[in-house]
RNA sequence: GGGCGCUUAGCUCAGCUGGGAGAGCAACGGCCUUACAAGCCGUAGGUCACAAGUUCAAGCCUUGUAGCGCCCACCA
């Protein structure tokens, strides 16, 4: 069994740490705390691969801070998500023929509550399979008591200070789920339309006035034609009365400077009812407000003839009824853009109804301000600015939803008063003014994202005054995708400092969207979606993760193709194989187990140095939100640096090349150095380095609470001596590679050294070099007499010689070293002309200065080897 | 209309405060070399979209141009 599989051990140790409660933090102890709260998905959800990727997010970071001895809270929720579930379960009634209807609201959302309890947190099961490593102890839903209790306390406290308030407004309305919805929760998208123009004729019958509109259906509802008070054409008009088509009711022509003259024909109908606009206009002239549509979008009895008929049908026929009056005077195409409920895709119809709205402007002031006093940041920073623009231009919320599912609003209205009574009581029977029993709730609930707005507190306790509200409150930071900025990070801000006068994080993480691998949004439609539990199954927990951590950059979404999965299942294979290495040799590890106590050669030193400097900046990159970086470096190190040369490396100490301190000093290196780097690993790869880490000999607990590695040990002054060694490797691979001389083939090595360091370390480790450079034998010399076959290359302390008369290309080998040459001269052309630049000589800071004369002299000396070398191949 | 981005190797993309153009995949050549063929060794490939500017020095800073994308917005 030489590969890795996820299946046999993923399970086993997500078990193994959650019923040892190893997610949940430590209260006894004082340590610094580090929190961060879930973005909770719907309670109907199932697990896609956007979940994927903000949970392995939050999950790296926590088990990061967690190893670095931080007391650590991830709380996990979920939401309610008020229209999306109703819609579920009004689905799967309907399957059994069952209406929501003829059930009422009470039975209804008790079939919801029955139905979450059985098909509910699905989506957590899932999470577990990823390895979150949430405190599943204190998991939150919106609607649970201690939630709701929040949610009626901030109403209460937003209403009394007239924040919240209920007014008749034009709002958007989704005529097929038949509630109002803010203006966030309507997508815009242009599509074909046309622009009827129809002839309104003066009362008089001295003449008409041409309108175009994009909705003739909606002429029913007109009450006005605006005119702008500038336009030279229609200023006789104005004030004038025209006969309304089919109608016959009289309107006024008015005077607005909202009318484009250049737009149309100038001439606007104005249906205050049914358009934003018209309504502001209709509220600026004090027009009557004339509903024409039913709740479902039919024409409702205002007008007999088209009664019942929904608007896309009555909007065909009104054009043949107009045409019949014969005041239909044209068509043209008009390209405009249309509102989409966000969840039922339906045309959204304004509509002027009584609904409960909250003031924002006061609290987008103030979070702005707490964003440029600097107390919340974003990262990427662009995000800020995004969050300033949506701010500054901020209307008021509208909250209330004609649904069932969800937070009811805690009002009551006296049916005898009118007293409206807005109260955290959770049970009114009489009116608190004139003492009327006929009392009733508002049915009404509120929008989903108000308690998803409370979440960062609510869930700590809020309003009472707890424990865990005093310390993980507020979070740390927050992660979650920049397609709910506006939806819920906005709000949670805003509510936040407003309720608790504290911004409820300091730091917001947005990472991008995942697509697929062409770019496109996954959709069950398209079917190009990546269904993150498949791929669990077929690569890993730990390769998804690991995938998704790499592709996180900074302000971009990510494509992701299954081939770069697969890659980096291979990498944890890798790892798997290093770890086997080693421990096949660990029992030879006597004195030394230690790392202190090893006496470290230069390569063991070496790379002590690289995992220092990988530690470091993982570290780094975790800190600063570099997700991808934090991957690469531990990626590279491990792979290219830790397996493809440092255990190279040790082999031949292991076979007994250079004796037993040696190897005793390089396999308690190697020992340690991987058991750091499966810590290193760990909070992006949580299960395969438990698994590896537990079968190590000195492991103890669990590696999710081992320390996360900074600094494996100290290394003194900087040391070339190894790296000089491994260039020296690969100028030899490099001529054998390009001589092709097969690796059966073994060649003798001649290696001309020009300081002593070197001649002492390539004595002592001619063993190692030959092994990695496949060579028989390393015969260390001060000075060569060059003869026939020989090949050589030049490095910066040395030249190197293979004899080479057996298996020769003269061609190609002087083929090689033109290549080389012509590359190396390009650089010294570039580099002299640097220097030939008085300029930069006295304006360049004297460190790039003499790196530049050093790196000339290096490559003038190089390329002077290279030509005796060429004259070499010529004698032969 | 306003805002925010993107353009670097055949593909997907890194490249933080200006000083070596890089990775993964694909390609090419050679290897079952005693952890790993899910592997190893070697090689090739780029006017960093275009133009101008700042600078001793620009993929990186400034301005403009072109193409692409996303978000917001009440133009009938």
């Avoid at 924002?360 to 440029?372: I, R, V």
């Amino acid at each position: 069994m030489n590969n890795y599989n996820p299946q046999e051990i993923e399970k086993k140790w997500y078990d193994f740490w959650e019923s040892n409660r190893f997610f949940s933090p430590d209260l006894s102890e004082a340590d610094e705390t580090y929190t961060i709260v879930i973005p909770p998905p719907n309670v109907t959800g199932f697990l896609h691969i956007g979940h994927a990727l903000v949970n392995t997010l939050q999950d790296v970071l926590i088990r990061w801070k967690r190893m670095s001895g931080f007391k650590t809270l991830w709380l996990p929720g979920t939401d309610h998500a008020g229209i999306a579930t109703q819609m579920v379960v009004e689905r799967e009634l309907r399957k059994k023929g069952i209406e929501r209807e003829e059930l009422g609201q009470e039975k209804f959302v008790e079939e919801i509550w029955k139905w979450k309890e059985q098909s509910g947190n699905m989506i957590f099961k899932q999470l577990r399979r990823l390895g979150a490593s949430c405190d599943w102890e204190r998991e939150r839903f919106t609607l649970d008591e201690g939630l709701s209790k929040a949610v009626r306390k901030s109403f209460v406290d937003l209403y009394n200070e007239g924040l919240i308030y209920r007014d008749d407004y034009i709002v958007n309305w989704c005529p097929n789920d038949k509630t109002a919805l803010s203006d966030l929760e309507v997508d815009h998208t242009d599509k074909d339309g046309t622009l009827t123009y129809i002839g309104y004729p003066l009362e008089d019958g001295s003449a008409e006035l041409v309108v175009a509109t994009t909705r003739p259906e909606t002429m029913l509802g007109d009450t006005a034609v605006a005119v702008n008070p500038n336009d030279e054409r229609y200023r006789e008009l104005i004030g004038k009365t025209i006969r309304l088509p089919l109608v016959g009711r009289m309107i006024p022509v008015i005077a607005d400077e909202f009318v484009d003259p250049e737009f149309g024909t100038g001439a606007v109908k104005v249906t205050p009812a049914h358009d934003p606009n018209d309504f502001q206009m209709g509220i600026r002239h004090d027009l009557p407000f004339v509903n024409i549509f039913t709740k479902d979008a039919r024409i409702n009895d205002v007008f007999k003839p088209l009664e019942g008929q929904d608007r896309f049908e009555a909007r065909k026929n009104i054009v043949e009824l107009l045409k019949q009056e014969g005041v239909f005077r044209k068509v043209e195409k008009h390209p405009h853009s249309i509102g989409q409920c966000q969840r039922c895709k339906t045309v959204v119809e304004p509509r002027v109804s009584t609904q409960w709205f909250c003031k924002m402007k006061d609290m987008a002031e103030a979070s702005l301000k707490a964003m440029n006093e600097g107390k919340i940041r974003f990262i990427p920073e662009n995000q800020g600015r995004i969050f300033e623009e949506w701010m500054s231009n901020i209307q008021d919320w509208c909250l209330s939803r004609q649904l069932w599912w969800g937070h009811r609003i805690p009002a009551w209205y006296c049916d005898d008063c009118d007293e409206i009574m807005v109260t955290e009581e959770q049970e009114v029977t009489t009116c608190s003014k004139c003492g009327s029993n006929k009392v009733r709730q508002e049915t009404d609930v509120l929008d989903t994202w108000y308690s998803s707005g409370l979440f960062p507190f609510s869930t700590m306790g809020w309003p009472d005054d707890t424990r865990d509200l005093e310390i993980f409150y507020p979070n740390s930071t927050l992660i979650t995708a920049y397609d709910i900025l506006f939806f819920w990070v906005a709000r949670m801000v805003m509510l936040g400092i407003k309720m608790t006068d504290e911004i409820p994080f300091p730091e917001v993480f947005l990472h991008g969207l995942v697509r697929d691998e062409n770019g496109e949004k996954m959709s069950k439609t398209k079917g190009n979606v990546i269904d993150p539990i498949d791929v669990v199954e077929k690569y890993g927990a730990d390769a998804l993760r690991f995938t998704l951590t790499s592709l996180t950059v900074m302000g971009r979404d990510i494509k992701l193709p299954e081939k770069i999965i697969e890659g980096n299942r291979n990498f944890i294979n890798k790892i798997w194989n290093a770890t086997r290495f080693t421990l096949s040799h660990i029992e030879r590890l006597g004195t030394a187990k230690n790392l202190t106590d090893a006496a470290p050669g230069i390569f063991d030193r070496w790379i002590i140095k690289r995992f220092n400097k990988a530690a470091t900046d993982v570290n780094r990159y975790l800190k600063e939100y570099r997700f991808n970086e934090a991957a690469k470096a531990a990626y590279a190190f491990v792979w290219h640096e830790f397996c493809d040369w440092y255990l190279e490396v040790v082999k031949p100490m292991l076979f007994g090349k250079l004796g037993d301190e040696a190897c005793q000093a390089s396999l308690s290196v190697l020992y340690h150095t991987l058991e750091a780097s499966l810590r290193l690993l760990h909070p992006i790869m949580p299960f395969v380095t438990e698994e590896l880490w537990q079968a190590l000999p000195t492991s103890d607990g669990t590696i999710m609470l081992a320390e996360f590695p900074n600094e494996l040990i100290g290394i003194g002054a900087e040391d070339q001596r190894a790296e000089t060694l491994i260039d020296m490797v690969g100028v030899v691979r490099n001529i054998r590679g390009e001589n092709n001389i097969k690796p059966n083939v073994k060649i003798d090595l001649l290696a001309v050294t020009r300081n002593k360091q070197l001649t002492e370390d390539l004595t002592s480790f001619r063993e190692i070099v030959a092994s990695l450079a496949g060579v028989k034998s390393v015969e260390v010399l001060e000075s060569i007499n060059k003869s026939e076959g020989l090949a050589g290359g030049v490095g910066k302390e040395f030249e190197v010689f293979v004899d080479l008369r057996e298996t020769i290309d003269v061609a190609q080998e002087t083929n090689r070293l033109e290549k080389e040459k012509t590359k190396l001269e390009a650089k010294q052309a570039q580099i002299r002309k640097k220097l030939a630049n008085d300029s930069f000589i006295a304006k360049a800071p004297e460190a790039v200065v003499q790196k530049n004369k050093d790196e000339l002299d290096e490559l003038t000396a190089k390329i002077e080897k290279i030509d005796e070398n060429l004259k070499t191949m010529q004698s032969m």
